[in-house]
């Protein structure tokens, strides 16, 4: 007979990959917009707080998907 896991173990399982699924899903739509402008110049100015913005974001993002688990 299998034993079962706690339930607090259960629900962990559950949601183990919906934090690094999240950060592939952004990862590719990221490659998705770049492929869809490939070939265009680029003429913009670099932004600093937006740059730091999607930096917290994506640390945040690995952080809870390596503290909920693979």
């Keep these: 007979m299998v034993k079962e896991l706690p339930i607090e173990n259960q629900r962990r399982q559950d949601s183990m990959n919906i934090w690094f699924t999240i950060y592939l899903l952004l990862q590719v739509m ?28 994506s640390t945040v993002i690995v952080y809870m998907a390596i503290k909920v688990g693979f």
Excluded: R, V
């Design 30 to 57: 990221g490659l998705g917009i770049s492929l869809g402008k490939h070939g265009e110049p680029k003429n913009e100015d670099y932004n600093f707080f937006t740059s730091l913005i999607g930096g917290i974001i």
